[in-house]
């Protein structure tokens, strides 16, 4: 099998994995953004982590796929692109997979009873109506905001009505939690 | 790839189900996450507090996210720690899993003549404890009994054990796992500067041009330095990096050079590179004539020998003895490594052997040595670690910020806790040692002891711990945190029967083979369960709180070891109330690495700070030791002043020291070099990582990784199952070709996390000469389908 077409089949198989059907209205909506955030759960240890890699192993860079812009396919799907900013931090594209772990297999080694933080789907605090929403986490390795709130990856929920403007962070402040160390 | 090549693809893709191309476990997974959402808690909910990773010895700072009930719901990197700035690894983005394995040890454990374990109260268990090392000692001596602990015991807990043991029982037999994993380095550093520890920091990581990695996967087993490193690579493209090693693996992928070279041969190739840096006049001759004193010691191999074989297989005490050398002395002993000469032992091609020449010559270059167990678990290991240091010494690439010589740890505290507090067999805290008068007087002055309690004898090294254990020399051997009959070599040889009149302990936090091993199983508190310090690579001594209570009646473990010492008359030495003993204890230790060199930060400063780098004078933490204008005790204007090597004139030691050849090289009936190491998602034994879900997953098994070629010819496919034999022991397990690791025609890789895959039982125990440590790196074995 050529090297393009295990792309295509890594596209489908995201494509079927990632995505329920969509008919249209309301309740649909919030059921599926309910799927996709049980889905998006189901692959972290909690929100925060690295997610795991869903899909099997295509023998490609993975930034061939999840690039700043991440690739979509009519009909197919869309691999999200990277919310990693290369120019930023320690982030090294080339050592993905120190982070993104494989699942070789579904079984535990023995049982594990941790509960994982799960993600906060409220809309992010405001100080007023007017006010621009603080970011409701950690932003180091999430420094290309719109690889989740703009595009085609972007849920309703966290959508920017304003992708244009590209300083994010000059109206948004990030707000790590309510208590922090000092 | 052309969007044509796209639509004709998916047009043909019509028929095919896309979820047959998703992994079945995949979803198998997420269905079993789904139902642990259900309660999570919210983000706002947590309260967070700093700590150092629990794994290994980069001491990455995390943040620890714990919810109202009292329970870890997440991590995340620290940004505020200058360590990783924010980055953590597989491991460390996964530590909460090793809290909540379901079978945590809650309750003390006692083995039952069928060989069950039966639940005892903590009473029992210390009484039990304390009535087994009296009888002991009163029946065969203070040599009969033994401690064994890792580089994962905090501060705390080895400090509690050295105190109790050489200042309560009148013992030395106190080892860490460290002796596995980190001697070498400590023999390198002491016989070298006089003094334990680099004098280096990761700032040498944004500082330097060029980095050798020798024998050293750190793109697996240190990833968030080597992160470090090609962060520095991508911004300064002119950073170079090397990896030496004996095979593949994902740091040769990032490498811009690699190395192939023959297992063992290192020395050879050490002494290649000084040969062409003293035939090519890079001799830094300034510095060497005000820094460096030339040693030679014994290089008979006859005398010196293994440690495996004749009598050594019992005891290996052989002891180094330095005369005064020269640099001409040198020049001749330099006459056999050649670069051709080199190439024939090594491997190496003689261009690569010159490339390094002028890497290190260059004067220009900032230059970085680095490695770990490659280096160190090595039957000349402590040699290795001269000779590389000796690269560093002859050129004046030393005490600069982006030259040094840097030996990374495997452990969190194996320079904090095994190194620094000194709980190896023949060392007190502070570098000092047993066998030095004023070294034990000073210990007592500080203990509180009369003259004359400490011994003077070292104790037994770990692997002759073992072997007087199973001779029955040792009766009594408590282990904490750590899981020998997992991690010990040629591990057939310390196979337990519970009627043979030894007692072992063991504290742990989950059931493995040691405690499958023990008479005695004690739960322990885990990480952040109890509050702890830990120092890692770079000097660095980081602590943590208390964040949430251990599960059962979990205790950590230097108060299982206070309690004993009560039970035993002993509780003068730990005099402090047992509501807040943690900060005096620290003081108390704290007193011993004042004025020296090794100064510790305040109590206070700790807990405030993302950690320190000793020596800590007036407040303010030391970059790079010996270093004018940056270590408080070099009155230097420029330059480096090795002030603790004093038994060289305050100079530092270049060691010549010659190639010898592995213990066992392969031969016609075991044909192949054997590996061993670890991999990213796995810590050492695998106790903690492999009840994470997610990183068990990722690597559910121990494979043999094995060269294409070499497979091809057996009929060996990816996946097949293979047995390795060697000639004490076997295992079989799936073959791995062309994986992350890719050895060389000839040799083999197994990594030793399984304890249902043991490689430990092939491997060898033979040991460096000098620092006692075992070869987990070289022996020979056989391959065959199974």
């Known amino acids: ?182 | 790839m052309t969007d044509i090549t796209r639509r004709n693809f998916l047009g043909s893709l019509g028929l095919i189900s896309a979820g047959t191309l998703i992994t079945g476990c995949g979803e198998q997974a997420d269905a079993k996450q789904k139902s642990k959402q259900d309660e999570a808690a919210m983000p706002a909910d947590l309260k967070w507090d700093k700590a150092p990773c629990r794994y290994c010895g980069t001491g990455c700072g995390v943040e620890v996210g714990v919810d109202p009930q009292g329970k870890v719901r997440a991590v995340r990197g620290d940004e505020k720690n200058p360590v990783n700035r924010g980055l953590l690894c597989a491991k460390g983005y996964h530590l909460p899993g090793l809290l909540y394995g379901a079978d945590r040890l809650t309750k003390p454990q006692l083995r039952q003549r069928d060989g069950s374990l039966k639940n005892i109260s903590w009473d029992e268990a210390y009484d039990l404890i304390a009535r087994k090392y009296k009888e002991a000692i009163a029946q065969h001596g203070v040599e009969s009994v033994g401690i064994y602990g890792s580089g994962q015991w905090t501060v705390y807990d080895g400090y509690a054990a050295t105190k109790w043991f050489r200042g309560g029982l009148k013992s030395n037999n106190v080892e860490p796992n460290a002796r596995l994993c980190m001697a070498s380095a400590v023999m390198g550093f002491m016989t070298q500067f006089g003094s334990d520890e680099p004098m280096g920091c990761y700032e040498d990581f944004e500082a330097g041009d060029d980095f050798i990695l020798w024998g050293n996967n750190m793109a697996e087993m240190h990833p968030v330095l080597y992160s470090r490193i090609l962060e520095s690579r991508r911004r300064r493209p002119s950073v170079r990096i090397v990896d030496i090693a004996t095979r593949r693996t994902p740091t040769s992928d990032l490498a811009d050079v690699y190395v192939e070279i023959r297992p063992g041969s290192d020395l050879a190739l050490a002494n290649g590179i000084l040969h062409l840096i003293l035939k090519k006049g890079k001799v830094d001759a300034s510095f060497v004539a005000e820094n460096v004193a030339f040693m030679r010691g014994v290089e008979d191999l006859a005398e010196i020998g293994y440690g495996a074989f004749g009598d050594q297989a019992e005891h290996y005490g052989f002891k180094d003895k330095g005369r005064p050398s020269s640099l001409e002395e040198l020049k001749t002993f330099l006459d056999d490594y050649t670069p051709e000469k080199v190439a024939a032992i090594t491997g190496v091609p003689v261009q690569q052997i010159e490339l390094l020449g002028d890497m290190y010559g260059d004067p220009q270059k900032g230059t970085v040595s680095l490695w770990c167990m490659g280096v160190n678990q090595h039957v000349r290991g402590t040699w290795m670690n001269n000779l590389i240091t000796d690269l560093h010494l002859i050129t004046g690439k030393i005490c600069k910020p982006g030259s040094n010589p840097f030996s990374l740890t495997g452990q969190p505290s194996a320079c904090g806790t095994a190194r620094e507090v000194g709980t190896l067999c023949n060392r007190l805290p502070a570098d000092m040692l047993v066998n030095v008068p004023e070294h034990r007087a000073k210990a007592e002055e500080i203990w509180g002891l009369e003259p004359g309690t400490i011994p003077e004898k070292p104790g037994f090294h770990t692997v002759d711990m073992f072997r007087a254990l199973v001779r029955g020399d040792l009766k009594v051997m408590w282990v904490q945190t750590t899981n020998p009959w997992v991690s010990m070599p040629n591990l057939n040889r310390w196979k337990r029967n519970f009627d043979d009149g030894r007692f072992v302990i063991v504290s742990d936090i989950y059931p493995t083979p040691s405690t499958e091993a023990a008479d005695l199983v004690l739960p322990s508190a885990a990480w952040i369960e109890r509050e702890g310090i830990f120092g890692n690579t770079e000097r660095r001594t980081q602590h943590w709180n208390k964040m949430i209570d251990p599960p059962g009646e979990a205790q950590e473990d230097a108060w299982q070891i206070v309690q004993v010492a009560k039970r035993m008359g002993m509780g003068h030495l730990f005099p402090w109330p047992e509501n807040d003993w943690h900060r005096p204890m620290y003081e108390e230790y704290r007193r011993f690495t004042l004025g020296n060199g090794k100064d510790l930060a305040s109590y206070e400063q700790l807990k405030q700070e993302r950690g320190m780098l000793w020596p800590v004078v007036d407040g303010k933490e030391t970059r790079y030791r010996y270093a004018a204008g940056f270590d408080p005790y070099v009155k230097k204007k420029s330059g480096a002043h090795f002030y603790k090597a004093k038994k060289t004139e305050e100079k530092a030691a270049f060691w010549l020291r010659p190639y010898h050849p592995p213990a066992e090289s392969p031969d016609a009936e075991y044909p192949f070099w054997l590996c061993t190491g670890r991999v990213l998602e796995h810590w050492h034994t695998g106790s903690m990582t492999r009840r994470t879900p997610q990183l068990h997953q990722a690597a559910p098994a121990a494979y043999v990784e094995l060269n294409s070629v070499d497979a091809a010819e057996m009929g060996i496919g990816n996946g097949g199952r293979v047995k390795v034999s060697s000639r004490r022991g076997e295992v079989v397990l799936e073959a791995k070709i062309d994986g992350r690791g890719r050895p060389p025609r000839g040799t083999v890789f197994i990594p030793f996390f399984d304890e249902n895959r043991l490689v430990n039982r092939l491997t060898l125990d033979a040991m460096c000469c000098i620092s006692k440590e075992p070869d987990f790196k070289k022996c020979a074995v056989r391959i065959e389908r199974a």
């Not at chain 1, 209205?25 to 189901?42: C, N, P, V, Y």
């Open chain 1, 1 to 182: 099998m050529t090297r393009f077409s295990i792309l295509l089949l890594a596209l489908l198989a995201l494509a079927a994995c990632g995505r329920p059907a969509i008919e249209g209205g309301a309740d649909e909506e919030r059921a599926e953004a309910k799927s996709a955030a049980e889905t998006r759960a189901a692959r972290r240890a909690y929100d925060g982590a690295p997610p795991v890699i869903p899909h099997l192993d295509f023998n490609l860079d993975c930034v061939e796929c999840h690039g700043s812009q991440g690739v979509e396919v009519a009909g197919v799907g869309f691999s999200p692109p990277s919310p990693h900013d290369a120019t930023s931090g320690l982030s090294d594209q080339a050592r993905c997979r120190q982070c993104h772990l494989w699942r070789n297999t579904a079984e535990e080694f023995r049982e594990n009873l941790f509960v994982g933080l799960r993600q906060d789907l409220r809309h992010g605090r405001r100080l007023h109506g007017l006010a621009p929403p603080v970011i409701p986490h950690q932003v180091f390795m999430r420094e290309n905001c719109h690889a989740c709130h703009d595009g085609k990856a972007a849920r309703e929920a966290i959508r920017c009505s304003h992708p244009e403007r590209l300083r994010c962070t000059q109206c948004h402040l990030e707000q790590r939690s309510t208590t922090t160390f000092p």
